[in-house]
């Protein structure tokens, strides 16, 4: 055995260079052996049959391995990159011909039945085509706060090293054996993953840095340190970053042959004399999230990083001209409520529901009675002066004019467009709140997605509760716009980054319950004939409207163009006063037509709240009750 060293990440699921059936391990040993008809490793290096290396991959858990202990101590005795601090490393674990520093024999799984074997190189410069792999399919114990002190190593600029792996190579016709059959799926060792993972994060853009093809078979570690030059992010921050729109402008094919960089480099200072330029092969991509992003495919990053306005302009054209279709569809054919069955002149269906529900209540009723009444109730729900219009004017006039007329002179117009209003309040103020939010799970985006969507759920029931037992949807919608409002100022004011951080997050929180309040609102005034329509129309509206100013204001950091904010803030505290006006739809029957709706509106009182829902019943079924059943039954005797 020649040597061993260790390969991780310090991000969660990856950092092994094997993957099995496409899932990585967290880190990987890699034990280095030579053929003894060679000297030395070097000369077995440049032969075909000259090293053979053991693979064993480590799985975290919570118990620390005994075995590793030592290990351990030696690599918190590292201070800096390639340096050996032998003399700060605790007696006990320093090695001597007595007692060996670490049992081998200890470190590797517990299963050595099934591995992998095939020919390849050597994972780090300078690649050679000499190895023959054994990977061991089992894997070994590692404790978390174990692989810390892996993760938490840094090089002589005091950046951590992370990425100390080689991404997955293609086999290029190399044939993978294994030493059993394997019965569960597994493929072999060091295939490139066919899963693509499919994801919404259009905006997703993973760390990159300049191409350089000389390094491309170097790890992703590697690659930092020799491509990308060590920076600030400012003057007044301690911290140091590696630069991904820049590399240094030097012959690789000299570090490729020296696997070091010209010694100008040596620490933080000698950068700025070391001469650095823009990316000209292209960028490489971490890829240990997502295989494909529009970001990675189109590469629009560094210069071209202004180009990724396409993404939300693609979105929001889709969004305004797919929506509407979608609810002109569900309002076309989704019988949604035995209203609409009357509004679209479907007797039959409605006769139909009503037996099932008398049978399911083991009661009867004569079918010709109510087929005649439910007739009668159809006709009665139709505005007279439309229907009177209807027989002397054609289809088409019809409908311009009663769309001319909701226009114009209903009071549901201008509800709607208030409600219009403070839907593009909720989105211009989301969008602000999404730029300053906190990240609950840095490491996996989904899973911080994830956290989000719960998080939310609490605020939805508070404001739940709120709405259907305290104040209703009207007072309820105002309060929630007045609180984003003053989140929104105080977003202005505050110089506190923490503070931001922490007004977005709430401000977060309160806009998902406030759009299912507007969307609730707007559902219950609209009538049933076009009630999906009015939603998704309004929905698109108020979508269009924001990117438009938004594209005026030519936005890029929403919290620090005060001016937009100032606009925003304004409109959330005039919209929360204008929709106090609004009707309160909670104990109301939503309207059938638009002559009931604008009933329901003229009839509406500022400080009414109305009677108990259990108190009221629906329009059909208050006149198909039995008496009203009865009393016509009477008069057609008579």
């Known amino acids: 055995m020649a040597q061993l060293h260790f390969h991780w990440s310090d991000h969660k699921g990856r950092g092994s260079e094997h993957a099995f059936s496409g899932v990585h391990y967290s880190m990987e040993m890699h034990i280095v052996h030579y053929n003894k008809k060679y000297d030395n490793i070097s ?39 390639g340096g050996d601090d032998y003399h700060s490393t605790p007696p006990q674990y320093r090695q001597n011909a007595g007692q060996p520093l670490v049992n081998l024999e200890n470190l590797l ?14 994972t780090t410069p300078p690649c050679a085509e000499s190895v023959t792999w054994l990977v061991f399919h089992d894997t070994t114990d590692i404790g978390l706060k174990q692989i810390k002190a892996f993760r938490e ?52 853009v993973p760390d990159h840095w300049c191409r350089v093809n000389e390094l491309s078979n170097f790890s992703y570690g590697e690659q930092h340190r020799f491509v ?48 650095v330029k823009t990316c000209a092969d292209g960028w490489v991509y971490d890829t240990g999230y997502y295989w494909d992003s529009f970001a990675m495919h189109y590469d629009f990053v560094c210069e071209n990083s202004h180009r990724f306005a ?10 305004v001209c797919g929506t509407p279709l979608f609810g002109l569809i569900a309002d076309l054919f989704t019988p949604e409520s035995l209203q609409w069955l009357l509004s679209k002149a479907k007797y039959n269906l409605v006769v139909k529901s009503f037996k099932h529900i ?35 004017t054609t289809k088409v006039k019809h409908i311009h004019k009663a769309i001319v007329k909701f226009l114009r002179e209903t009071t549901l117009f201008q509800c709607l467009l208030i409600l219009t209003l403070c839907l593009a309040v909720n989105l211009s103020a989301k969008h602000i709140f999404e730029t300053k939010t906190i990240v609950l799970y840095e490491k996996e985006m989904i899973i911080n997605d994830i956290m989000w969507s719960l998080a939310r759920i609490p605020a939805i029931f508070m404001v739940w509760f709120l709405m259907q037992r305290r104040i209703g949807r009207r007072l309820t919608n105002a309060l929630l716009l007045a609180a984003i409002g003053l989140i929104l100022v105080g977003l202005l004011v505050t110089k506190s980054e923490q503070m931001k951080y922490w007004l977005s997050t709430c401000g977060l929180l309160l806009t998902t319950p406030s759009l299912m309040v507007i969307s609730l609102q707007v559902i219950e005034m609209s009538p049933t004939t076009f009630r999906c329509s009015a939603l998704t129309a309004i929905l698109s509206i108020a979508t269009l409207a924001v990117t438009i100013v938004q594209h005026l204001f030519t936005i890029d950091n929403y919290d620090n163009h005060w001016l937009y904010l100032v606009v925003v803030s304004s409109m959330a505290f005039v919209t929360s006063f204008l929709s106090t006006f609004l009707m309160e739809t909670l104990r109301e029957n939503t309207p059938q037509t638009v002559v009931s709706a604008e009933k329901l509106l003229n009839d509406m009182k500022y400080w009414k709240l109305g009677k108990r829902k259990c108190d009221l019943k629906s329009n059909i ?8 059943l009865n009393d016509a039954e009477d008069n057609d005797n008579t």
């Open 43 to 81: 000369e077995a290096g440049t032969h075909p049959d000259g090293l053979a290396v053991l693979g064993v991959m480590f799985e975290i858990t919570r118990k620390a391995n005994p075995h590793l202990d030592a290990i351990i101590e030696g690599v918190k005795a590292v201070k800096v990159e």
């Open 109 to 122: 799984p517990n299963d050595l039945k099934l591995f992998f074997r095939y020919k390849g190189s050597l």
């Open 228 to 275: 990308r030059p060590v920076v600030r992010p400012s003057n007044t921050s301690a911290d140091v970053v590696r630069d991904s729109c820049h590399m240094f402008d030097i012959d690789y094919k000299q570090v490729l042959n020296d696997l070091r960089l010209p010694p100008v480099n040596e620490s933080i200072k000698c950068h700025k004399k070391l001469a």
């Open 153 to 204: 190593l840094t090089d002589s600029h005091k950046v951590v090293l992370s990425d100390t792996f080689r991404q997955l190579q293609a086999l290029n016709d190399r044939r993978v054996e294994a030493s059993q059959p394997v019965r569960d799926g597994t493929t072999g060792a060091a295939t490139y993953g066919t899963n693509v993972i499919i994801t919404n994060h259009l905006k997703l």
């Open 310 to 319: 396409i993404i939300p302009t693609i979105r929001t054209i889709a969004s």
């Open 621 to 628: 079924f208050k006149s198909l009750s039995t008496w009203d």
């Open 358 to 392: 008398m049978q399911t209540n083991s009661k009867s009723i004569d079918e010709d009675l109510l087929s005649m009444q439910v007739q009668k109730i159809g006709k009665t729900t139709k505005p007279e002066e439309l229907a009177e219009e209807s027989e002397t």
